[in-house]
């Protein structure tokens, strides 16, 4: 008698599990990436916690400026001079608008896919190494479309967030300055409202502003940046309590002011830049040992100078690439121009 009982079991689980994947497949997976869970951002396609049985690359770069038939747009420059180490791109890139353009020139190293619109092109003129494919086709399309749109919405629904009580307006951290915050004491979810933010100060004997941001897995902050943000001099943004970079998310609104991270700077977070009433910015990236662990969302990024993007941890699935790992197999000498 258990035995009939066990198997009757078995058979509703069989039975249920294909229904569950029907009912919640369209569902982030289980929301465990801290601005989804704390405070419903979700990136879609162009996030990090993808869905339950989907396919979400995992990406370093999502770079969403689109161009037309008769003027296409650089949406991505990445150029590294001929001493540059390490990888500049780990991660899968994404050229999500029409007419788009990923140019590629130097020593520069990728190690990740790119999954790009039919009417995107690649200009590619390396010394150095790119591993992985390119993925183009009317259904990428329509994901890297909906990704825009989430990203978009995304950007509109944290600048609207109200501000924690006693939270600053501006951040200003510069050499040897440091600040602590800690969403603890707030539930768990922290949001600044930030009129600018600015870290550096710092040279090769010194250290630049540190900003350290304390909180639990799944816990959150939100830092909306409506005007110049800037790293530089060797400055630090670290995360600690347990926080991934998927819990911290920088969102970047306005149409002008500095835009850049340089200066062998270190940034930990997910970087979202998107300005719903006017012209768009371009983040420049440099500094031979710039070091960005995390994911940029943008308009148009020029990498310049061996700089280095690392995709973040994918927390939803409790998993990391080693760093600087260039695989050994399918190495595609990028020294030809692709048009």
């Not at 970087?271 to 040992?289: C, M, V």
Request: aromatic fraction near 8%; include cysteine.
């Amino acid at each position: 008698m258990p035995k009939s009982r066990r198997s009757l079991a078995n058979s509703i689980r069989i039975v249920f599990a294909p229904l569950l994947l029907c009912l919640f497949g369209a569902l982030p997976a289980f929301a465990t990436d801290g601005i989804y869970s704390k405070f419903g951002l979700d990136l879609g396609y162009a996030g990090r916690i993808g869905y339950m049985g989907g396919t979400t690359p995992e990406w370093a770069i999502y770079v969403y400026g689109a161009g037309t038939a008769s003027s296409r747009f650089n949406a991505l420059d990445i150029s590294s001079p001929h001493d540059a180490t390490g990888l500049q791109v780990d991660g899968n890139i994404a050229l999500a608008g029409v007419y788009s353009t990923l140019t590629v020139s130097g020593r520069t190293s990728i190690n990740g896919d790119r999954y790009e619109q039919t009417t995107s092109t690649e200009s590619i003129k390396s010394t150095g190494t790119i591993t992985g494919s390119r993925f183009s086709s009317t259904t990428i399309n329509s994901q890297l479309n909906s990704g825009v749109t989430s990203l978009k919405n995304v950007s509109i629904a944290a600048a609207g967030l109200t501000a924690t009580a006693g939270s600053p307006t501006s951040l200003n951290i510069g050499k040897n300055q440091s600040r602590i915050f800690d969403n603890t004491p707030f539930g768990g979810k922290y949001v600044m409202n930030l009129s600018s933010f600015v870290m550096g100060g710092g040279s090769s004997n010194a250290n630049g502003g540190t900003l350290t941001l304390n909180g639990a897995a799944g816990s959150a902050f939100v830092l909306n940046i409506s005007g110049a943000f800037s790293l530089g001099g060797n400055a630090r943004i670290l995360l600690t309590g347990g926080l991934t970079v998927s819990d911290v998310l920088f969102n970047i609104t306005g149409s002008n002011s500095t835009f850049s991270i340089g200066g062998d700077a270190l940034f930990n977070g997910t970087l979202l830049a998107y300005n719903s009433s006017g012209a768009q910015r371009t983040l420049q990236i440099t500094g031979h040992n710039t070091q960005i662990n995390g994911e940029l969302l943008a308009y148009k990024i020029n990498l310049l100078s061996g700089a280095h993007v690392k995709k973040p941890k994918e927390k939803s699935k409790e998993k990391d690439d080693d760093d600087d790992v260039v695989a050994s197999n399918s190495l595609l000498r990028a020294r030809t121009s692709i048009q």
